[in-house]
């Protein structure tokens, strides 16, 4: 390639390629069933987030803090990660262009970074929630979580912004071969051949930063729920408490351990790439099928809502502006 001869001159030490190649899996039979099954779970979490976003916008007694987080982690969770995967690998377009590659990578690894810490947004409130029950109201109000997630937004799009943004600052004479799925921040600069150790130290800072950070602050959060439930005399109320918990604990699990059981692997000791690929685009798929799932369709407040919005329009068939907001003038 022209690019890599550009790279033999002494004074030349600078090359940015017109594109990188992804990879993706090596030596898999059948891998585009694979690439199917992640289809049908991405459609199955489109529909499920967006029937969470719908109702909790058309409902008004779902505008609370705690739904405000919901709706962030919906809407973090319609990702743009694997409509690009399909049309990488089902429809061969293995070649994405350097500029286009950076933007994917900034997205990917913002929301991803977004969702890390929606979850410890949602970890407050259910402490705050257990902890401090009579202080509830008046600490977990709509303008302090949206203040938090309006931070949490721009914070990590400045981190994810100069992570992404000093990859322009190498040199990449040798291969373009990405072994990923998707233009991973890892996989790229390693491609590079010069000094990619301001690179590496971001990689570490970001991971403290975006999964180490957010586990310990969420573990903490759940020693103190554990000891406000151990001075709860009624069993009932201790249960009926604890189940408010479990599904943020399920989504905080799904999502949290097969990132961080990867990222420690690959600096531990070797994975392959076949397996550091399946691992990660399951971590960036199944959360967002259960999460509408475990944490809002199977919650009675959102069921309810999701009835009585379907009988509302059942009511009125033929009203067509907004048939579902209008509540005043189909009852009159």
């Not at 919901?70 to 061969?92: E, G, Y």
């Not at 999502?255 to 076949?274: C, D, E, K, R």
């Amino acid at each position: 390639m022209e690019f890599f001869n550009s790279a033999l001159g002494k004074n030349i030490t600078f090359v940015r390629p017109a594109h990188f190649l992804i990879r993706g899996f090596t030596g898999l039979p059948n891998i585009k069933y694979y690439y199917v099954f992640l289809f049908i779970i991405y459609l199955v979490s489109v529909l499920g987030n967006t029937m969470v976003m719908t109702v909790i916008v058309l409902d008004h007694n779902l505008r609370t803090p705690k739904y405000i987080a919901v709706f962030n982690l919906a809407f973090v969770d319609l990702t743009a990660l694997i409509p690009k995967l399909l049309d990488t690998f089902l429809f061969d377009r293995r070649y994405i262009v350097y500029e286009a590659c950076l933007s994917y990578m900034f997205f990917v690894l913002l929301l991803a970074s977004v969702q890390s810490w929606t979850l410890v947004t949602m970890a407050y409130d259910r402490f705050i929630a257990i902890c401090f029950p009579l202080r509830y109201h008046s600490i977990v109000t709509k303008p302090a979580i949206a203040a938090m997630l309006l931070f949490t937004w721009i914070f990590l799009s400045s981190l994810v912004a100069f992570t992404v943004g000093i990859i322009d600052r190498l040199s990449f004479c040798g291969s373009v071969v990405v072994k990923s799925f998707f233009c991973d921040h890892a996989p790229v600069y390693r491609l590079a051949c010069n000094d990619s150790s301001l690179n590496n130290i971001m990689a570490y800072v970001a991971f403290i930063i975006v999964l180490c950070c957010p586990l310990i602050l969420i573990a903490i959060t759940y020693v103190c729920i554990s000891i406000a439930l151990s001075r709860i005399a009624s069993t009932e109320e201790r249960l009926k408490a604890m189940k408010t918990c479990t599904s943020h604990l399920f989504l905080v699990a799904i999502f949290f351990l097969p990132v961080v059981g990867t990222n420690i692997a690959a600096v531990a000791s070797y994975i392959h790439p076949n397996a550091r690929i399946i691992n990660s685009s399951l971590t960036h798929t199944i959360p967002a099928l259960l999460n509408p799932i475990v944490y809002s369709l199977k919650t009675e407040e959102v069921l309810n809502s999701i009835r009585k919005l379907c009988k509302r329009y059942r009511e009125a068939p033929i009203a067509l502006d907004f048939p579902l907001c209008q509540f005043p003038s189909y009852n009159n």
